[in-house]
């Protein structure tokens, strides 16, 4: 039988259904019986009472029926279950499907990833920047309010926080906010300019136990890249920053420019320094003409420029093994449409091979805004995307999870089924979904075909033509 289908099915019934809920249901404590699973196989859970063991023992049963359907060996799931960050990512799918049934993509109960942007102060003055940063907003959060929002995000099942801004190691609240998400095994990643990395700041966020960092870098030309992001020495601070945090072992870390015409043709050169420098990843940022961007439109790659590029990242991945990413939803049909479904990310910070590769695709699905992930900006804002600034709730008034569950709008966006433009009808759909904040960017309407797919091209020419006519 294949093994898809057999997955499928043993998520759509709904005795299994209701057996998750009673699995990942928490007590007033936070346990619940899910945990108690999990130390049949990780002892570092704890050991169990006899009583609460044979309590236990038909729910564990039955977790060993779904490691045999999703095809896991016993070591597999041992090795996965000893991170615990790993153990909320399997509660937050239990009660997602529970509460959603199986959808493609998967509608989330919470998110598993939330972008935090921090501060909206930065010590550069990119020309694209999304959020305008520079100073601080006098609105933002108190650290005992950060503290306190890590702890929802926590009780929720939220399993990766990314750091962001304006430039998250200006903000001194930065590190015990980071140290409150590992206290509750959260992945965390830093998304940063590179030119704070000194030695000393590398070897902190290694102490307090950052999973990842993200540097921006727009040009292999120093120059050209200190005129696009404002200061002088940029590109030099960076790099050496690149190299301060690829010395600490415990830290992934990731090259990511963000690429438009000004810098496509150096898209090879880049990923050669990124190699060159034994970066994990390189990660391009797809163009989104918000903030300071929108003085920037006519930088935008055409839909031919931007196939080229994920074909280019398919093939550096393919040849040379390094991994490459992007925030472009297109990136999963190219790759899927090149090896038949067998190569594909599975997030925007993963890749899969193999036989259930295109399941995993579609059940996390390319673009998760308002569906998989959300942000909160520097005063407890939350909108559904970093380039999306629709305001779906405010944290200084409401909870996480009212706001998650209670938005219409986030509500509406986990709908893929009223797509217009191709990306309504395209067998890749589930997979990718286009990107929801550049359709909105262009058409302001989130539904609208995402103009950057070459299968939206009549969307692009639209645009182009409005463009022609303003301009006379």
């Avoid at 294949?2 to 928490?26: E, G, M």
């Avoid at 099942?157 to 190691?169: H, I, R, T």
């Avoid at 030119?195 to 040009?219: C, F, Q």
């Avoid at 008034?397 to 938005?407: A, D, H, L, N, T």
């Amino acid at each position: 039988m294949d093994i898809t289908y057999l997955i499928r099915f043993y998520l759509k019934s709904k005795l299994n259904r209701h057996v998750f809920s009673l699995l990942s249901k928490k007590d007033k404590s936070g346990r619940s019986l899910l945990g108690d699973i999990f130390s049949f196989y990780v002892p570092q859970n704890g050991r169990l009472p006899l009583s609460r063991k044979l309590r236990v023992l038909p729910f564990y049963l039955f977790f060993e029926i779904g490691r045999l359907v999703f095809g896991q060996t016993r070591e597999d799931v041992k090795k996965e279950l000893s991170s615990r960050t790993f153990q909320k990512g399997i509660s937050l799918v239990m009660r997602s499907v529970a509460h959603y049934g199986p959808t493609y993509p998967q509608k989330f109960i919470a998110p598993p990833v939330v972008v935090w942007n921090f501060t909206n102060a930065c010590n550069l003055r990119c020309k694209h920047c999304y959020q305008s940063a520079g100073k601080k907003l006098p609105q933002e959060l108190s650290l005992s309010k950060r503290l306190d929002i890590i702890d929802q995000l926590a009780a929720e099942d939220v399993f990766s926080v990314a750091f962001s801004g304006g430039e998250p190691l200006t903000d001194k609240d930065l590190w015990p906010v980071i140290e409150r998400a590992k206290k509750h095994a959260m992945y965390v990643s830093i998304a940063t300019n590179g030119t704070l990395l000194t030695k000393e700041v590398a070897r902190r966020m290694a102490d307090v136990g950052v999973d990842y960092v993200e540097i921006s870098v727009d040009s292999v030309d120093p120059k050209k890249h200190d005129e696009f992001r404002g200061v002088p020495g940029a590109w030099k601070r960076t790099i050496e920053g690149i190299e301060n945090v690829v010395e600490q072992d415990s830290i992934n870390v990731g090259l990511a420019p963000t690429i438009t015409r000004m810098n496509f043709d150096e898209l090879e050169d880049l990923i050669k320094l990124a190699m060159k420098l034994k970066v994990d990843k390189f990660f391009v940022f797809n163009f989104i003409p918000v903030g300071e961007g929108r003085n920037l439109i006519d930088l935008d790659l055409t839909p031919e420029m931007r196939e080229k590029m994920l074909n280019i990242l398919y093939d550096y991945y393919v040849k040379y093994g390094i991994v490459t990413l992007s925030t472009c939803p297109q990136y999963a049909r190219v790759c899927m449409m090149r090896t038949e479904g067998t190569l594909s990310p599975t997030s925007h910070y993963t890749m899969s091979r193999g036989e259930k590769t295109r399941l995993i695709a579609e059940f996390i699905g390319g673009c998760g805004v308002g569906r998989a992930y959300c942000a909160i900006q520097p005063d407890g804002i939350v909108t559904p995307c970093v380039y999306m600034p629709i305001v779906v709730g405010d944290l200084k008034k409401q909870s996480f999870k009212e706001i998650w569950m209670g938005s219409p709008i986030l509500e509406d966006l986990r709908s893929r089924e009223d797509l217009k433009g191709h990306c309504g009808v395209c067998e890749y759909r589930s997979a990718c979904g286009g990107c929801r904040a550049r359709a909105y960017a262009y058409f302001g309407d989130y539904k609208a075909p995402d103009p950057g797919c070459i299968n939206n091209k009549e969307a692009f020419l639209e645009l182009k033509k409005k463009a022609m006519t303003l301009a006379k």
